[in-house]
């Protein structure tokens, strides 16, 4: 379960002061994949930041009681100057994985091959991207979070993180940001509406689109 209890987010910017969420209280419950929507600004990707716990609310709590992953592919928290290898090893040691097994399957699946063991700083954006979805796959989450990104690579890489990802999902939940929303209804059962710094949570994942249609208007 993920618990928003009063969470209030501000941004303060050369003294403008930009209100993203305001004492926003929801539940999003284990079994269930959830689409979060809104119009651009509304503070999607502020929210799933939220979520994992890569940003903290100016007010309020965010309760986690499953393991949440980062969001998917993202390479944010990658140290530039640590090489591929060392960033990997000591990420799983923050999680309390075996670093050897993390590595030996990042290894593989990322086919990054002897640019492992250079900094992260030298690396093209694909790379940068291969070995961050191959971290997201390498450690289990109860629930993965997803902003617009689903693959990466060329045909056959985005291929094999197709079928990985299937697995993973068949024992996590996710929740994810699309503009597509197509993909919105074939990923999620519920959805979240973002409106004026309040989070509407729905059941049916229909009726969230159909708001976000008359939003977008």
Request: proline share 3%.
């Amino acid at each position: 379960m993920i618990r928003f209890e009063n969470v209030t987010k501000v941004y303060k910017t050369d003294g403008h002061r930009r209100t993203i969420l305001e004492q926003a209280s929801f539940t999003l419950k284990p079994g269930i994949s959830y689409g979060i929507l809104g119009i651009n600004g509304a503070g999607k990707s502020t929210t799933m930041r939220l979520i994992a716990g890569t940003e903290e609310p100016t007010r309020g709590l965010v309760k986690r009681g499953l393991r949440v992953s980062w969001p998917l592919g993202f390479g944010g928290g990658f140290h530039p100057q640590m090489t591929g290898r060392d960033n990997v090893k000591f990420i799983a040691r923050i999680y309390g994985e075996d670093p050897k097994r993390v590595l030996d399957f990042v290894e593989d699946f990322s086919e990054l091959g002897s640019y492992l063991d250079v900094p992260i700083r030298t690396y093209s954006s694909g790379m940068n991207a291969r070995l961050a979805f191959g971290m997201s796959m390498a450690i289990p989450f109860d629930c993965y979070l997803i902003d617009e990104v689903t693959s990466v690579g060329d045909g056959r890489f985005a291929r094999r993180c197709e079928e990985v990802f299937s697995q993973r999902r068949k024992h996590a939940d996710v929740i994810m940001i699309s503009h597509s929303m197509e993909v919105i209804r074939a990923w999620c059962t519920q959805g979240i509406v973002l409106l004026n710094g309040r989070a509407i949570v729905y059941e049916d994942v229909n009726d969230a689109i159909e708001v976000y249609h008359r939003l977008n208007a």
